[in-house]
């Protein structure tokens, strides 16, 4: 079993940034793909980025430039740092390992 918990969300203003942060239980960490999706209102759940167990990224479109995915396996922690954020993303953030997923939270971009 492996929980996910997120944290680090919240309001920001356009332009503005934020660190998002998944700390996962279990012993799969280390070796494990992990991956951040959004949700937005009204709209189908996303992929945001991922980072491989060997520190390999993937980024969608909408991120590349301006997010930037890690992970300390030390922490069995990974982060997402968004940069340059726009009201486009404003959603619920879900951090996810094979079949788990957290809870979210929720990232507002608004002036």
């Known amino acids: 079993q492996v929980q996910l918990v997120e944290s680090g969300g919240g309001l920001v203003q356009p332009g503005g940034s934020l660190r998002l942060s998944c700390t996962a239980s279990?012993?799969?960490?280390?070796?494990?793909?992990l991956a951040w999706y959004r949700q937005a209102p009204g709209k189908v759940r996303e992929f945001v980025a991922a980072?491989?167990?060997?520190?390999?990224?993937d980024y969608a479109d909408s991120a590349k430039g301006r997010f930037t995915i890690s992970r300390d396996n030390a922490k069995a922690t990974v982060y997402v740092q968004m940069n340059n954020l726009t009201p486009e993303d404003t959603a619920v953030y879900y951090c996810?390992?094979?079949?788990?997923w957290g809870k979210g939270t929720l990232v507002t971009v608004s002036s």
């Open positions: 996810n390992l094979g079949k788990y």
């Open positions: 279990g012993s799969v960490f280390s070796t494990a793909e």
């Open positions: 980072i491989s167990g060997r520190g390999g990224t």
